[in-house]
């Protein structure tokens, strides 16, 4: 009887009061304080604001106040802007191919009213009587009585106590602390979103935040500053670039300054904040030679494309979106990021950290956070000009550009028997030329400015790894014939791996031959790592094959073999190297891309100016 009555029970449809609906729907919506944030921010930059005030109480949950200085809402729609699919930004399905607003699904503001107490007050910029009004609202209450109230042109949301009459939202929240951090977050990513707004924001009445509106490029650098904090500023690229109606530009860490998290990286999609997995596959692909194993690079990048060739309406929270030709979009940001971060040499390094050490707030290194993996001395080459990473950028020709990275100063007096030293050359290399080895690991060498440590060994794998992927690019892997063929002992599967991918790692400069059931031979190995140890070489690159298995594999991983073998081929410790080996090798860094990080993305190199070198010895203080 009971299952009958139960079933029978179940067969009954019920139309949901209209709000029950909202309160359903924001679910979706409304997760928490920062999602109200977000919605209320978003509505306020839709309205054409310049200038947003928020306040926040207890994380949010006690009061959320949005003021802004927008078009406002008149009289007659305040009471609709509450209500559910009530949007002034849509009319027709065709809108929402070329949507310029950041909301249009028209739920915010009801979902957020069926599950607090909101006020509404506004003074439109249309009112011919320049009245203002308001209308308030309360969970389940749907008497939204509109009530004449004194405000300045644009509009005021208060949101109190949040999730007030659905206690099991309010069980999912967390510290006061933790919800209040996730409402900062929000601002920051619509802050770097629109840098000609201005911003407070302040909690338990104590200012949190506070961004002026950022028209110059030095003003816009400040406020990522601000946001992101200096250190990345100082170890970021500036990028711009533009192909095919695609434009990216903004700034990407250093490889050397990279984070243990995922945790500073903002792509925006024609304004718009996204995560997207072929975004970060893409940006991810072009670290992946020069970032160190498990670290993620940091980024505020902005993707400019035509409306149309995006669809924003995907995910309710649109954090999502769809490329119309998304192949398109992930080789454009791969090769773009990927050019940039090659084009990164040892003069733009040093030509920044000069600069940089005039600034008077340089502190001791010691107190960083130890959350970056960073090498101080491999500082910023952001707005170099030598770099032509900013070729297509107005960075570099800013009249501000100035005002913050002056010129170098006046050669120093001793410098000057130092250049006498080379007088037969015309200017000194940007990495100097070499003085020493030290304990067979490093190269001490001097430059202009100052003292310049090489780790050999990295720098030269990520030498022969670049020319190898050169090489085997143009097919042009040159082999060389050993004098005696080196005979290996395997095991059998090893040794039918070499059979069955002889093919491949011909492809690979190396030639060998099964010659028993558990023996190879191996008669020739790339020019480039003719003094390799052969067997150890060949080995090495046995097992990666083994493991990646399928040929496909192989081929998706050639990179990975080519910087197996590049590691064989490069100078050991301990080997003494001869004045002129290492100023050849130096030179040969500042040819190569990427020479800043070794393959598995250490770095290669580190600079001390004798500015900084003078600190340490309190000299000239
Ligand atoms: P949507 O933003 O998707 O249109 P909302 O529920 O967030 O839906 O807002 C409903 C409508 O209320 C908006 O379309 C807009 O016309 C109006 N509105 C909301 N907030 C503001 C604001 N701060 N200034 C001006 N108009 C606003
Ligand atoms: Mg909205």
Redesign the pocket.
């Given at each position: 009887m009971a299952a009958l009555s139960r079933a029978l029970f179940m067969h009954r449809i019920n139309l949901l009061s209209q709000r029950l609906a909202n309160q359903i729907a924001a679910g979706e919506v409304v997760e928490r304080p920062a999602s109200v944030v977000k919605?209320?921010l978003?509505?306020?930059l839709?309205?054409?604001?310049t200038r947003l005030d928020i306040d926040v109480e207890q994380g949010g949950v006690k009061l959320i106040r949005?003021r802004?200085n927008?078009?406002?809402?008149q009289k007659d729609?305040l009471a609709?802007?509450?209500s559910?699919h009530?949007?002034?930004?849509?009319k027709e399905l065709a809108d929402l191919e070329s949507i310029g607003?950041?909301?249009?699904?028209?739920?915010?503001?009801?979902?957020?009213s069926s599950v607090s107490r909101l006020s509404?007050q506004?003074l439109?910029a249309a009112a011919s009587d320049g009245l203002a009004w308001q209308v308030q609202v309360e969970g389940q209450d749907m008497e939204a009585a509109v009530t004449p109230v004194s405000h300045p042109e644009?509009?005021?949301?208060e949101v109190r106590d949040l999730f007030f009459n659905t206690p099991a939202r309010r069980k999912f929240l967390r510290t006061e602390k933790t919800e209040f951090g996730r409402i900062e977050e929000t601002v920051k990513r619509l802050a770097l979103s629109r840098f000609d707004v201005q911003f407070t924001l302040n909690h338990n009445q104590r200012s949190a935040h506070q961004l002026q509106a950022a028209r110059s490029d030095f003003e816009k650098q400040r406020r990522v500053g601000l946001v992101c904090g200096p250190a990345f500023v100082e170890n970021s690229v500036f990028v711009d670039m533009e192909r095919a109606g695609l434009r990216l530009w903004g700034w990407v860490s250093l490889p050397t300054f990279s984070r243990s998290q995922a945790d500073l990286q903002y792509f925006y999609v024609n304004g718009r904040i996204i995560r997207d997995k072929l975004v970060a596959h893409a940006i991810k692909q072009a670290y992946r030679d020069v970032l160190f194993h498990g670290r993620h690079p940091a980024y505020v990048l902005y993707l400019e494309l035509a409306p149309a060739a995006v669809d924003v309406n995907v995910h309710p929270t649109k954090h999502e979106v769809r490329f119309r030709d998304s192949r398109l979009v992930h080789d454009f940001l791969f090769s773009a990021l990927h050019k940039a971060l090659a084009e990164v040499r040892p003069e733009d390094h040093i030509a920044a950290s000069a600069d940089a050490a005039e600034a008077p707030a340089n502190q001791p290194h010691s107190g960083a956070s130890d959350d970056f993996y960073q090498m101080e001395s491999q500082k910023p080459l952001t707005l170099s000009e030598s770099s032509s990473v900013h070729q297509l950028s107005d960075y570099s020709r800013s009249a501000e550009r100035g005002q913050y990275y002056q010129p170098s100063a006046q050669p120093r007096p001793q410098l000057d028997s130092l250049a006498k030293l080379y007088e037969a050359d015309e200017e000194i290399p940007p990495l100097g030329y070499a003085i020493a080895q030290l304990h067979g690991i490093y190269i001490l060498a001097q430059n202009k400015d100052g003292l310049i440590v090489v780790d050999m060994h990295a720098a030269h794998e990520r030498i022969t790894y670049e020319r190898m992927k050169a090489a085997s690019l143009n097919e042009k892997l040159k082999m060389q014939p050993l004098l005696v063929p080196v005979s290996i002992a395997v095991s059998q599967t090893e040794a039918d791996c070499a059979e069955e991918q002889r093919e491949t790692l011909l492809g690979l400069g190396i030639e060998l031959e099964r010659v028993a059931q558990e023996s190879i031979v191996v008669r020739q190995v790339p020019t480039l790592l003719k003094d390799s140890n052969v067997e150890q070489l060949v080995r090495d690159v046995l097992s990666d094959v083994l493991e990646y298995g399928s040929s496909e594999r192989i081929q998706a991983h050639h990179d990975e073999l080519l910087s197996t073998m590049a590691c064989h081929g490069s100078v050991r410790a301990n080997r003494h190297l001869t004045i002129p080996e290492m100023n050849s090798l130096l030179r040969d860094m500042e040819a190569t891309e990427r020479s800043g990080q070794c393959n598995h993305g250490r770095p290669t190199w580190v600079y001390q100016s004798l500015d900084a070198l003078d600190k340490l010895f309190l000299r000239g203080q």
């Amino acid at each position: 009887m009971a299952a009958l009555s139960r079933a029978l029970f179940m067969h009954r449809i019920n139309l949901l009061s209209q709000r029950l609906a909202n309160q359903i729907a924001a679910g979706e919506v409304v997760e928490r304080p920062a999602s109200v944030v977000k919605e209320l921010l978003e509505n306020s930059l839709d309205s054409g604001a310049t200038r947003l005030d928020i306040d926040v109480e207890q994380g949010g949950v006690k009061l959320i106040r949005v003021r802004d200085n927008g078009t406002g809402i008149q009289k007659d729609d305040l009471a609709l802007a509450l209500s559910r699919h009530a949007t002034s930004k849509i009319k027709e399905l065709a809108d929402l191919e070329s949507i310029g607003s950041l909301g249009f699904r028209g739920e915010a503001l009801a979902s957020i009213s069926s599950v607090s107490r909101l006020s509404l007050q506004s003074l439109a910029a249309a009112a011919s009587d320049g009245l203002a009004w308001q209308v308030q609202v309360e969970g389940q209450d749907m008497e939204a009585a509109v009530t004449p109230v004194s405000h300045p042109e644009g509009t005021t949301v208060e949101v109190r106590d949040l999730f007030f009459n659905t206690p099991a939202r309010r069980k999912f929240l967390r510290t006061e602390k933790t919800e209040f951090g996730r409402i900062e977050e929000t601002v920051k990513r619509l802050a770097l979103s629109r840098f000609d707004v201005q911003f407070t924001l302040n909690h338990n009445q104590r200012s949190a935040h506070q961004l002026q509106a950022a028209r110059s490029d030095f003003e816009k650098q400040r406020r990522v500053g601000l946001v992101c904090g200096p250190a990345f500023v100082e170890n970021s690229v500036f990028v711009d670039m533009e192909r095919a109606g695609l434009r990216l530009w903004g700034w990407v860490s250093l490889p050397t300054f990279s984070r243990s998290q995922a945790d500073l990286q903002y792509f925006y999609v024609n304004g718009r904040i996204i995560r997207d997995k072929l975004v970060a596959h893409a940006i991810k692909q072009a670290y992946r030679d020069v970032l160190f194993h498990g670290r993620h690079p940091a980024y505020v990048l902005y993707l400019e494309l035509a409306p149309a060739a995006v669809d924003v309406n995907v995910h309710p929270t649109k954090h999502e979106v769809r490329f119309r030709d998304s192949r398109l979009v992930h080789d454009f940001l791969f090769s773009a990021l990927h050019k940039a971060l090659a084009e990164v040499r040892p003069e733009d390094h040093i030509a920044a950290s000069a600069d940089a050490a005039e600034a008077p707030a340089n502190q001791p290194h010691s107190g960083a956070s130890d959350d970056f993996y960073q090498m101080e001395s491999q500082k910023p080459l952001t707005l170099s000009e030598s770099s032509s990473v900013h070729q297509l950028s107005d960075y570099s020709r800013s009249a501000e550009r100035g005002q913050y990275y002056q010129p170098s100063a006046q050669p120093r007096p001793q410098l000057d028997s130092l250049a006498k030293l080379y007088e037969a050359d015309e200017e000194i290399p940007p990495l100097g030329y070499a003085i020493a080895q030290l304990h067979g690991i490093y190269i001490l060498a001097q430059n202009k400015d100052g003292l310049i440590v090489v780790d050999m060994h990295a720098a030269h794998e990520r030498i022969t790894y670049e020319r190898m992927k050169a090489a085997s690019l143009n097919e042009k892997l040159k082999m060389q014939p050993l004098l005696v063929p080196v005979s290996i002992a395997v095991s059998q599967t090893e040794a039918d791996c070499a059979e069955e991918q002889r093919e491949t790692l011909l492809g690979l400069g190396i030639e060998l031959e099964r010659v028993a059931q558990e023996s190879i031979v191996v008669r020739q190995v790339p020019t480039l790592l003719k003094d390799s140890n052969v067997e150890q070489l060949v080995r090495d690159v046995l097992s990666d094959v083994l493991e990646y298995g399928s040929s496909e594999r192989i081929q998706a991983h050639h990179d990975e073999l080519l910087s197996t073998m590049a590691c064989h081929g490069s100078v050991r410790a301990n080997r003494h190297l001869t004045i002129p080996e290492m100023n050849s090798l130096l030179r040969d860094m500042e040819a190569t891309e990427r020479s800043g990080q070794c393959n598995h993305g250490r770095p290669t190199w580190v600079y001390q100016s004798l500015d900084a070198l003078d600190k340490l010895f309190l000299r000239g203080q």
